[in-house]
């Protein structure tokens, strides 16, 4: 049986639970032994360690790596974020001794130490990866009905590619989270702003008006170019964006339509039959027609 | 930022130790830039329409402009994306130039107040995110109130704070850490 340290990070478990709900659900319904990395931490984000210092950042992930390790297992994420940082730090390890000599030694003064084996996953690339597309077709207990999907795969799924151990052949087109739509029976398209960023992340943070304003024009692409029934992201920050940034555009009068959005974690789930209420629990934008869809409606 | 108020750079501000700086701290190819735009093609700073985007912040860089980049908050404003690293053609990790800024910084407490919210919390809970109610959103989905994390493991939290301790942290933080 294939196991995978969970790895929570915070906005998941914090804020949209129902991601967490819906990871360790699609885990069991595809024989995965979820393993609990007990004591894990924030990745940590971008705006905090990584943002003091290299051997900050570095030192503050190898904790998380290292409980992974001494549990024998890779590490699954939801969170870009957490994709992104762990495995830049898993990166930076091995290309500079000098940080690692100083790392190894604070880890060995809180009595832990790491060797570099663990890889960090995310759902994308597990899925495409470590399940394969058949598996998931065959597993599947709904099908999406033609359910029309505009992906985001999210930017710190996608660069620094190099520090990544799986993932697009073309970062710049990428195609991995549309041909597992696809897979589920639903239509994912290109457009033109697949690969722009959603605006949320220290932008939201520090200029939330640009960030909405950035996130509304790629909102309207879609909408012009796709007109989908759902939005289906890799990441679970730009969810957060995609859902409660999406809501907030809507009562700031700035936004004339809806465009549903789950996390590609929430959906996998949905289609292997997790309770819906639980699944979506935390959503702002209603998903009903979504449901009805893939639960064999019209 | 002023509106408007990096329009114009004065070049007798240059300070080469600041250069330097920010070598050490991270951004060890700066001096390769050929200034050719490609990471401000690509920012989403830019398109959002920060003034100071990428490819500025690292001519500056490259000028040791230290109060303008000091004074000006755009580094905080980075998503991290990484778009700029994946496409320099001079391979000089643009965003590394950002994080050895915000790192020059946080050494002179010129950072955002939510900057050591951030990491108040990271260090208290070991989670930098940490909204309230998540006890309820948590026992909706049927999940335990607290995750499985050092938030649950007192050892494990107390471990990392001491880790965290041995880093630059303990001597930039306003915050005790006790
Ligand atoms: S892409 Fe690289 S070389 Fe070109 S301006 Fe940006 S940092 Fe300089
Ligand atoms: S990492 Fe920062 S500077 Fe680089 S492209 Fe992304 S937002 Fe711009």
Same mark, same amino acid.
């Given at each position: #049986?294939?196991?995978?340290?969970?790895? =929570?990070?915070?906005?998941?478990?914090?804020?949209?639970?129902?991601?967490?709900?819906?990871?360790?659900?699609?885990?069991?319904?595809?024989?995965?032994?979820?393993?609990? =990395?007990?004591?894990?931490?924030?990745?940590?984000?971008?705006?905090?360690?990584?943002?003091?210092?290299?051997?900050?950042?570095?030192?503050?992930?190898?904790?998380?790596?290292?409980?992974?390790?001494?549990?024998?297992?890779?590490?699954?994420?939801? &969170?870009?974020?957490?994709?992104?940082?762990?495995?830049?730090?898993?990166?930076?390890?091995?290309? *500079? @001794?000098?940080?690692?000599?100083?790392?190894?030694?604070?880890?060995?003064?809180?009595?832990?130490?790491?060797?570099?084996?663990? %890889?960090?996953?995310?759902?994308?690339?597990?899925?495409?990866?470590?399940?394969?597309?058949?598996?998931?077709?065959?597993?599947?207990?709904?099908?999406?009905?033609? =359910?029309? &999907?505009?992906?985001?795969?999210?930017? *710190?799924?996608?660069?620094?590619?190099?520090?990544?151990?799986?993932?697009?052949?073309?970062?710049?087109?990428?195609?991995?989270?549309?041909?597992?739509?696809?897979? #589920?029976?639903?239509?994912?398209?290109?457009?033109?702003?697949?690969?722009? &960023?959603?605006? #949320?992340?220290?932008?939201?943070?520090?200029?939330?008006?640009?960030?909405?304003? =950035?996130?509304?024009?790629?909102?309207?692409?879609? %909408?012009?170019?796709?007109?989908?029934?759902?939005?289906?992201?890799? &990441?679970?920050?730009?969810?957060?964006?995609?859902?409660?940034?999406?809501?907030?555009?809507?009562?700031?009068?700035?936004?004339?339509?809806?465009? @549903?959005?789950? *996390?590609?974690?929430?959906?996998?789930?949905?289609?292997?039959?997790?309770?819906?209420?639980?699944?979506?629990?935390?959503?702002?934008?209603?998903?009903?027609?979504?449901?009805?869809?893939?639960?064999?409606?019209? | 930022?002023?509106?408007?108020?990096?329009?114009?750079?004065?070049?007798?501000?240059?300070?080469?130790?600041?250069?330097?700086?920010? $070598?050490?701290?991270?951004?060890?190819?700066?001096?390769?830039?050929?200034?050719?735009?490609?990471?401000?093609?690509?920012?989403?700073?830019?398109?959002?329409?920060?003034?100071?985007?990428?490819?500025? $912040?690292?001519?500056?860089?490259?000028?040791?402009?230290?109060?303008?980049?000091?004074?000006?908050?755009?580094?905080?404003?980075?998503?991290?994306?990484?778009?700029?690293?994946?496409?320099?053609?001079?391979?000089?990790?643009?965003?590394?130039?950002?994080?050895?800024?915000?790192?020059?910084?946080?050494?002179?407490?010129?950072?955002?107040?939510?900057?050591?919210?951030?990491?108040?919390?990271?260090?208290?809970?070991?989670?930098?995110?940490?909204?309230?109610?998540?006890?309820?959103?948590?026992?909706?989905?049927?999940?335990?109130?607290?995750?499985?994390?050092?938030?649950?493991?007192?050892?494990?939290?107390?471990?990392?704070?001491?880790?965290?301790?041995?880093? $630059?942290?303990?001597? $930039?933080?306003?915050?005790?850490?006790?």
């Amino acid at each position: #049986m294939q196991k995978i340290g969970i790895f =929570l990070g915070c906005n998941i478990p914090f804020n949209r639970p129902d991601i967490e709900y819906s990871m360790r659900f699609l885990l069991k319904e595809l024989g995965v032994e979820i393993v609990e =990395l007990e004591g894990a931490t924030c990745c940590p984000a971008y705006g905090t360690m990584p943002s003091l210092g290299l051997l900050e950042w570095a030192v503050a992930s190898a904790w998380n790596l290292s409980i992974a390790e001494e549990k024998g297992v890779d590490m699954l994420t939801g &969170c870009g974020s957490c994709y992104g940082v762990q495995n830049e730090a898993n990166y930076y390890l091995k290309k *500079h @001794p000098e940080i690692k000599e100083q790392v190894d030694k604070i880890l060995a003064k809180v009595g832990r130490k790491y060797d570099g084996t663990v %890889k960090v996953w995310n759902v994308i690339n597990f899925i495409y990866e470590k399940i394969g597309l058949d598996t998931l077709k065959q597993k599947i207990k709904y099908n999406l009905n033609g =359910l029309k &999907c505009a992906v985001q795969t999210g930017c *710190h799924n996608l660069w620094p590619s190099k520090a990544f151990p799986s993932g697009e052949d073309n970062t710049f087109f990428p195609k991995r989270l549309r041909e597992i739509c696809e897979i #589920m029976g639903g239509v994912a398209p290109h457009y033109s702003t697949i690969t722009d &960023c959603c605006g #949320m992340g220290a932008l939201r943070s520090n200029a939330p008006e640009k960030s909405l304003a =950035l996130f509304k024009k790629k909102l309207d692409v879609i %909408k012009e170019e796709l007109d989908p029934d759902l939005a289906v992201i890799g &990441c679970s920050s730009c969810l957060l964006q995609f859902d409660a940034g999406q809501a907030l555009l809507i009562e700031q009068k700035k936004l004339n339509y809806k465009i @549903p959005a789950l *996390h590609l974690a929430q959906l996998t789930a949905i289609a292997l039959g997790a309770e819906v209420e639980k699944a979506t629990a935390m959503a702002s934008i209603p998903l009903n027609g979504v449901i009805t869809k893939i639960k064999g409606g019209n | 930022m002023e509106e408007g108020g990096v329009n114009v750079i004065d070049l007798t501000q240059g300070d080469e130790s600041f250069v330097k700086e920010l $070598i050490a701290l991270g951004a060890d190819e700066l001096r390769e830039c050929i200034q050719c735009g490609k990471c401000g093609a690509t920012c989403p700073m830019a398109l959002a329409g920060l003034e100071f985007f990428i490819k500025r $912040i690292v001519h500056a860089a490259n000028l040791g402009l230290r109060d303008i980049l000091l004074e000006d908050s755009s580094v905080w404003g980075c998503q991290s994306c990484n778009r700029c690293v994946e496409i320099c053609p001079m391979d000089i990790k643009p965003y590394e130039v950002i994080q050895a800024v915000r790192r020059a910084a946080v050494k002179v407490e010129a950072c955002p107040a939510n900057t050591y919210e951030g990491l108040r919390n990271l260090y208290r809970f070991g989670h930098a995110v940490f909204p309230k109610g998540f006890e309820e959103r948590r026992k909706k989905v049927g999940l335990p109130e607290k995750p499985p994390t050092a938030l649950s493991f007192d050892e494990f939290r107390k471990k990392y704070q001491e880790l965290l301790r041995q880093t $630059i942290l303990e001597e $930039i933080a306003p915050f005790p850490l006790d």
